[in-house]
C-alpha cells in the first residue's frame, strides 16, 4: 500500500491504495464486479433484482455472522448505508448513494433500495468500487472511535495488529461464510510510500502484490 488507511469504519474510506483493498479483507463485500465479464456477482449478498431499475431488492446469505458473533443480517445492511446518506457524512460513497430515497429491511434477509430514477448500473455501488458495499457489525460501531481501530466484520480475515505507517496484519476467518476460503492463513500489508521502494520490493519478491507507476512496468 502507498498511503496508511485513516481508520477502519467504512464512513472514513476512500479508494484503493488508501485503505478500502485492506477494509474488505475485513469485512468482504456485499457484491463484486467480475473484471473479466464486467457482470456484478454475489457476495455476502446472493443476489440483488430490480424489474424497473429504480426498486432494487438486495438478499442477504443466511447463516452469516460478524466475528463478533452477532448476525449480518437487512437491519445490518440498513444501519450501515444510512451512515453513509446521513446529512452530515463525508463519506466517498453518499454521492454514489445520492439517488437513493430510502433503503429499508423488507425481510430478514432482505434490502429493498428505492430510487428516484430507473439506474442500471446502481448494483456497482455495492460492489468494492464504493465503501457502502463493506457492512460493519452494528454492535461494535456504537463506539465508533474504537471500531476505527479494532474493526468487526464479516470477511475472510480478522485483524491480528496494526502498527500504523508500518504493518498490517490479519488472520483468517475460520467462520467465514464460504468455508473453503480464504487459502491463506494470513495476510500482511506493509505501508510504503515511495514507488522506487514498491518497485524494489516486488524485484526482490519482499513483497507478492503493489500497486506500482506504469513507468515502472518494465523493470518488473
Known amino acids: 500500500a502507498f498511503s496508511e488507511l485513516p481508520g477502519f469504519d467504512p464512513v472514513s474510506l476512500t479508494a484503493v491504495g488508501t485503505g ?21 456477482q454475489p457476495k455476502l449478498a446472493e ?14 446469505r443466511d447463516g452469516v455472522q460478524f466475528t463478533d458473533g452477532t448476525p449480518l443480517d437487512a437491519e445490518a445492511v440498513v444501519f ?8 452530515d457524512s463525508t463519506s466517498s460513497a453518499k454521492a454514489m448513494l445520492g439517488d437513493v430515497t430510502s433503503v429499508e429491511a423488507t425481510g430478514p434477509l432482505e434490502v429493498t433500495f428505492t430510487l428516484r430514477e430507473p439506474n442500471g448500473s446502481f448494483p456497482l455501488v455495492l ?11 452494528p454492535t461494535a460501531l456504537a463506539d465508533a472511535e474504537a471500531f476505527a481501530k479494532d474493526p468487526v466484520g464479516a470477511g475472510p480475515f480478522m485483524l491480528e495488529s496494526w502498527t500504523p505507517d508500518n504493518e498490517l ?11 473453503e476460503l480464504p487459502y491463506l492463513d494470513e495476510v500482511v ?14 524485484l526482490s519478491a519482499g ?6 507507476n506504469s513507468d515502472s512496468w518494465t523493470a518488473i
Request: net charge negative; hydrophobic share 40%.
Open 47 to 60: 443476489s440483488i433484482e430490480s424489474e424497473d431499475g429504480t426498486v432494487w431488492r438486495l438478499t442477504l
Open 169 to 179: 496484519r490479519l488472520v483468517r476467518n475460520p467462520d467465514y461464510w464460504d468455508a
Open 20 to 40: 478500502i483493498e485492506r477494509a474488505a479483507q475485513i469485512f468482504d463485500t456485499l457484491l463484486y464486479r467480475d473484471e473479466s465479464t464486467d457482470e456484478v
Open 127 to 137: 460492489t468494492a468500487s464504493s465503501p457502502a458495499s463493506m457492512i460493519a457489525s
Open 80 to 87: 450501515n448505508i444510512e451512515r453513509h446518506r446521513a446529512a
Open 207 to 212: 513483497v507478492v502484490l503493489a500497486q506500482i
Open 189 to 202: 500489508f506493509r505501508i510504503l510510500p515511495d514507488n522506487q521502494s514498491r518497485t524494489d520490493a516486488i
